[in-house]
T-cell receptor
Framework: AQSVTQLDSQVPVFEEAPVELRCNYSSSVSVYLFWYVQYPNQGLQLLLKYLSGSTLVKGINGFEAEFNKSQTSFHLRKPSVHISDTAEYFCAVSVGNFNKFYFGSGTKLNVKP | ETGVTQSPTHLIKTRGQQVTLRCSSQSGHNTVSWYQQALGQGPQFIFQYYREEENGRGNFPPRFSGLQFPNYSSELNVNALELDDSALYLC????????????FGEGSWLTVV
């Protein structure tokens, strides 16, 4: 079975500071990894994904994530956050060609001026 | 803009009633899946349809059912509503060659009273 753990439910950070949102997963098979962002009262928007190849993945809005197979982690980073990055971020995994996604419980990023 | 449209955006139902939620996907999106996102949690997989047949189901009771139509629209039906069914219901669709990427609608907020 697959599971996703997002270690921080809330992350407060000041504008222009760097941020890391942590995600760990467990799976007995190879997985595909994703980060989604959800703004208030909206659906989920894909930030980035890892399917194969380079373990450092770049996404939209200046975010990037690094796949670490030995640590079963896929942490999301941004070197300098903006007020507009305030949202909830979800890490997710899927297995094989079957588009069933397992989501973490989310991390609320609160960027303060 | 994901091209996935859901209706209604908000609705209130009474315990024991039935509800139908609708989703319209882009042309060519043969796979549609539905997720339930309770307040403060990540989305949970309900089921998936591929070419009008259910081909995967999460841990939800049979009173959650669905349909997918040839025109790339789909429905989620929930019978005998319970208070715990109150949640955001997300529809997600993907084309054949999606690279495991799914596109979410903005969801339907269901409140059961």
């Amino acid at each position: 079975a697959q599971s996703v753990t997002q270690l921080d439910s809330q992350v407060p950070v000041f504008e222009e500071a760097p941020v890391e949102l942590r995600c760990n997963y467990s799976s007995s098979v190879s997985v595909y990894l994703f980060w989604y962002v959800q703004y208030p009262n909206q659906g989920l928007q894909l930030l980035l994904k890892y399917l194969s190849g380079s373990t450092l993945v770049k996404g939209i809005n200046g975010f990037e994530a690094e796949f670490n197979k030995s640590q079963t982690s896929f942490h999301l980073r941004k070197p300098s956050v903006h007020i507009s990055d305030t949202a909830e971020y979800f890490c997710a995994v899927s297995v094989g060609n079957f588009n069933k996604f397992y989501f973490g419980s989310g991390t609320k990023l609160n960027v303060k001026p | 803009e994901t091209g996935v449209t859901q209706s209604p955006t908000h609705l209130i139902k009474t315990r024991g009633q039935q509800v139908t939620l609708r989703c319209s996907s882009q042309s060519g999106h043969n796979t549609v899946s539905w997720y339930q996102q309770a307040l403060g949690q990540g989305p949970q997989f309900i089921f998936q349809y591929y070419r009008e047949e259910e081909n995967g189901r999460g841990n939800f009771p049979p009173r959650f059912s669905g349909l997918q139509f040839p025109n790339y629209s789909s429905e989620l039906n929930v019978n005998a509503l319970e208070l715990d069914d109150s949640a955001l219901y997300l529809c997600a669709s993907s084309p054949e060659d999606s690279g495991n990427t799914i596109y979410f609608g903005e969801g339907s907020w269901l409140t059961v009273v």
